[in-house]
């Protein structure tokens, strides 16, 4: 990986023209073009459009399967497909994980209550470019702890992504998170990571919500990768589920997240998912 002194050579260079092939080579990273940047934008916008419509369906009484069917009608009434349906063998269009599910819980008929936090993760496909993102949402009213884990969540993505910028490293976002997930006594989740996306589901680098400042691959222009730091209630302890894909808490607590799809710009980042934090 590139660490200081390569950070340092990196801004002497001043992004050299052979920048997208190092990286290729380094760490099969593809810098993306304008034309990648502008189609990511695009299905970047339906998946922030298709969170508003999941936040407007929400509420209590109504079951997780409802909510896969509203994201992959509304996904293909907008032209585009529901990348996470068939992936891996996973049988639905969108992942939903309520309370101590930490990611990927499968919809079903698992009905959603009054003072639920519910994460809802969409990933379209729209014209071959693929953009990812995900909330969590408040069904009616919750208690202030959970209000309160989901609000330094949110803030944790918000803090990653302002640590964003030529010259700054993965390190620098991931602790970032920590360091705010951290001092508000919760736990960061290590084993599962943000990652590169755009040509694909799931591309390098792997982004790590934990790290140490300055170390880790050095940000250039043309970066573009998911930010989505899972933050515990308890402990950072977790467990898979018999269906091989829902990740919970290994100790019950609650768990939130919060994902955006960000571009490394010239001068520091933009969102490609936004929504407002």
């Known amino acids: 990986m590139l660490f200081r002194n390569a950070k340092a050579r990196l801004n002497r260079r001043k992004l050299s023209p052979d920048l997208e092939s190092e990286y290729w080579k380094r760490y099969r990273i593809r810098l993306k073009d304008q034309a990648a940047i502008d189609g990511i934008a695009r299905a970047g916008d339906l998946v922030a459009r298709t969170l508003e419509v999941v936040q407007a369906g929400i509420r209590p009484g109504v079951t997780t ?24 063998g996973f049988p639905k269009s969108v992942c939903v994980s309520v309370n101590d599910e930490i990611c990927h819980g ?14 809802v993760d969409v990933t379209s496909i729209l014209d071959g470019w693929y953009a990812d993102a995900n909330r969590t949402f408040l069904v ?110 290994a100790d019950g607590s609650l768990s939130a997240q919060f994902e955006q799809t960000v571009l490394v710009t010239e001068k520091g980042v933009r969102s490609l998912t936004p929504y407002p934090l």
Do not use: C
């Open 140 to 249: 009616g009213e919750v208690s202030p702890a959970a209000r309160r884990l989901v609000q330094v969540t949110a803030e944790s993505l918000a803090r990653g992504m302002a640590a964003v910028r030529p010259g700054a490293t993965l390190g620098d976002v991931g602790h970032a998170i920590q360091a705010h997930a951290e001092a508000a006594g919760y736990s960061v989740v290590r084993e599962l990571v943000g990652h590169g996306v755009g040509h694909a589901f799931h591309e390098p680098p792997q982004v790590n919500h934990t790290g140490r400042p300055g170390l880790g691959i050095v940000l250039v222009p043309g970066m573009v990768f998911t930010i989505e730091p899972m933050i515990n209630q308890g402990g950072l302890g977790i467990k898979r589920l018999d269906d091989g894909w829902t990740v919970i808490t």
């Open 65 to 88: 399967d409802s909510l896969n069917a509203l994201v992959h009608e509304f996904t293909l009434e907008h032209g585009a497909t529901p990348a996470p349906l068939g992936y891996r």
């Open 106 to 119: 499968i919809p079903g008929s698992r009905v959603i209550a009054e003072g639920d936090i519910v994460n």
